[in-house]
Structure formats: structure tokens, C-alpha cells
């Protein structure tokens, strides 16, 4: 059992290129989340879908864009890189909207120069 | 919105003792709460969870500790081991907030052998 699965696990992007993050999670959960890990600054999220066929905005959506792909897979993609966006992801799920756990995936690390 | 803080940034322990992780939280809807820890290079992991109608919930060597009056909660670890390094977070989660996570910005916590 794999439970959430991020790839890649480690970038690098110079300013301006794109990329996208791909998650998938193989638990049936109904939500899936985006967040980003800054140091000081905890875990915020950037996008989020409650379940399948529906995708909304955290705290921090500027400069992302996300697409809820099937019930398994939400990718998180970088139009335009730019430094800001330096940081270590995570996507996240839960079983459905409600009060319950998220389990996280691995992580992924990016560069942008 | 949610604000959720932690009241130190790292907190240092001898092997054996007893620590005590604190988190503090700004919406008094917040009816859900969750410790995770977070081990260097890891994705977060859920150690044990506290609803509103509880103030104590132990689990193993864990116990969370829910103050709703003064908005806050406590993880206490008993027997610290050098294995519990890591970085705690709390959660806040509420019904009114569609139960998305709100976290705190995390205690790193080291145990010294």
C-alpha cells in the first residue's frame, strides 16, 4: 500500500520555465491537498479539492494552478517559475471533507534559479 | 481565518524526560485538532487527534491535552527517545472551515543521548 505517491522528488527550474508536480493516492480518500513548506513557516495550503471534479483556492494559489485528473491523481503545476517558489511540497489526503487525518505524501523539493 | 502557532520554535530534552510540545489557536469554532510529526526529509505522519468534546486523549507514550477556554493544546511525550526527534505541528480543523487543516509553524524537538 503506497498511500500518496509524489513525483519528482527533487528540481530544479531556472525563472519563467514550468513544470508540473504530479500526486497520486491510492487509499479511495475523496480530498486531496497542496501544500507548500517554508522554514518558519509551517504548511500552507495552496490549492485544494474536496472531491473529485471540484478544485478551490487556499492561502497561498498565486502563481499555481491545479487539476483534479480522477479520484487518484491531483497535479499541481508552476507556470511561470519564479524564486518565490522555492520551497518543498507535499500533497495530502483525507478521506472525505469531513473530521479526519491527512496523510502526506514523501515531498517534493524545488529549485528555482 | 485560522491562525495556528506553536510558543517555541525548538525545544531541547535529555533522553528519558518528559517533553511538552504547546500550540495555540485563534478560531474558537475549531472543533478538531491533530499532532503530526514531521522527521527530517519525511512527510508529516499523524500521531494522535483531539475533538472538541474531549480534553484528554492519551494514546502510546502521547498524550494531547485540549484547554478550549484559553484556546490551547499540548502534546506531552513521556520517555523521550532519541527516535522522537523530529518536527511537531498542530492542526486546527472546524466544520465552518470545510475541516481543511490549518497548521501551526512547528517545534523542532531534539533529544540529547
Known amino acids: 500500500n503506497a498511500g500518496v505517491t509524489q513525483t519528482p522528488k527533487f528540481q530544479v527550474l531556472k525563472t519563467g520555465q514550468s513544470m508540473t508536480l504530479q500526486c497520486a493516492q491510492d487509499?479511495?480518500?475523496?480530498?486531496m491537498y497542496w501544500y507548500r513548506q517554508d522554514p518558519g513557516m509551517g504548511l500552507r495550503l495552496i490549492y485544494y479539492s474536496a472531491s473529485e471534479g471540484t478544485t478551490d483556492k487556499g492561502e497561498v494559489p498565486n502563481g499555481y494552478n491545479v487539476s483534479r485528473l480522477n479520484k487518484r491523481e491531483f497535479s499541481l503545476r508552476l507556470e511561470s517559475a519564479a524564486p518565490s517558489q522555492t520551497s518543498v511540497y507535499f500533497c495530502a489526503s483525507k478521506e472525505g471533507a469531513g473530521a479526519n487525518v491527512l496523510t502526506f505524501g514523501a515531498g517534493s523539493r524545488l529549485t528555482v534559479l | 481565518g485560522e491562525s495556528v502557532g506553536l510558543h517555541l520554535p525548538t525545544l531541547s530534552v535529555q533522553e528519558g524526560d518528559n517533553s511538552i510540545i504547546n500550540c495555540a489557536y485563534s478560531n474558537s469554532a475549531s472543533d478538531y485538532f491533530i499532532w503530526y510529526k514531521q522527521e527530517s526529509g519525511k512527510g508529516p505522519q499523524f500521531i494522535i487527534d483531539i475533538r472538541s468534546n474531549m480534553d484528554k486523549r492519551q494514546g502510546q507514550r502521547v498524550t494531547v491535552l485540549l484547554n478550549k477556554t484559553v484556546k490551547h493544546l499540548s502534546l506531552q511525550i513521556a520517555a523521550t527517545q532519541p527516535g522522537d526527534s523530529a518536527v511537531y505541528f498542530c492542526a486546527a480543523q472546524s466544520s465552518g472551515g470545510s475541516y481543511i487543516p490549518t497548521f501551526g509553524r512547528g517545534t523542532s524537538l531534539i533529544v540529547h543521548p
Open positions: 487509499m479511495n480518500h475523496n480530498s
